[in-house]
């Protein structure tokens, strides 16, 4: 569904993405982790537009997407959520996930019955003529997934949509993503620190560490990887 080529990214003098490759299958979700300034949030700008590439490609579906502008790529299908929350304050819970749902309804795949089924999964039906700024933290959080969704993605970002939340919601947030991919065929990349939520999750895993990948294929194997233990999970690991 993606692929990742050769992908860079410099600041001036600095590359905080350096020659990244990975590739995520339909309907997979692959772990993206690493410690803090390893590039994680860099690579998912890059790949939904808020960043152009210094260099390398990206493919979605085969088709090659990387000049393509933030809003182009979210029409195609790529969706993504953001580490600090960009909601619309101004708007209710109920048109803050319109807004992304105009941009898709009509299409040949549209499905009405989708976002209705999120709003009762995610526990938004009770909230939606509130403002999002009167939600629970974890609310919103769940409030921002619907609405990436609401844009029927191919691919759905989800850049450490576990911050802040408790146990209880941490454990509801991965029965959602999972029934989010059988009631909708995406691929999902998930960025998050929490490694017992990322193993619990995810199919596959690619492990960045200043700017490049350092392992990347199954749980079991990446986390007994001795860079990734350095790196990610501590010597003492």
């Given at each position: ?15 905080a993405?350096?020659?990244v ?5 339909a309907?997979?979700?692959?772990g993206?982790?690493?410690p803090n ?17 210094s260099?390398?490609?990206?493919l979605l ?31 209710s ?14 299409k ?26 009167n ?15 609401a844009?029927?993605?191919?691919v759905l ?8 939340m408790?146990?209880?919601e941490t454990?509801?947030l ?9 009631r909708h ?6 960025i ?31 986390t007994?990887?001795p860079?990734?233990?350095n790196?990610?999970?501590?010597k003492?690991?």
């Amino acid at each position: 569904m993606l692929e990742i080529r050769g992908v860079s990214k410099s600041f001036g003098g600095v590359k905080a993405v350096d020659g990244v490759s990975f590739m995520v299958e339909a309907n997979e979700i692959h772990g993206l982790i690493g410690p803090n300034g390893a590039g994680k949030t860099t690579m998912i700008n890059l790949i939904s537009g808020l960043l152009k590439l210094s260099a390398g490609e990206i493919l979605l579906e085969g088709k090659p997407i990387q000049d393509l502008s933030a809003h182009e790529k979210a029409r195609i299908g790529v969706a993504r959520t953001f580490q600090n929350l960009r909601l619309f304050a101004n708007l209710s819970v109920r048109r803050n996930i319109e807004v992304a749902e105009s941009e898709h309804s009509g299409k040949p795949d549209h499905d009405p019955d989708l976002i209705e089924d999120a709003i009762d999964r995610f526990g938004l039906r009770g909230d939606v003529d509130q403002s999002p700024r009167n939600l629970p933290y974890g609310q919103m959080r769940r409030l921002e997934i619907v609405r990436a969704l609401a844009l029927r993605p191919k691919v759905l970002m989800l850049d450490e949509p576990a911050a802040g939340m408790n146990p209880d919601e941490t454990d509801q947030l991965f029965k959602n993503l999972t029934w989010l991919r059988e009631r909708h065929t995406c691929a999902i990349i998930l960025i998050e620190h929490d490694l017992k939520f990322i193993l619990s999750a995810c199919e596959k895993l690619t492990v960045m560490n200043m700017g490049s990948v350092v392992a990347s294929g199954l749980p079991d194997d990446v986390t007994k990887n001795p860079e990734v233990i350095n790196a990610y999970l501590g010597k003492g690991a």
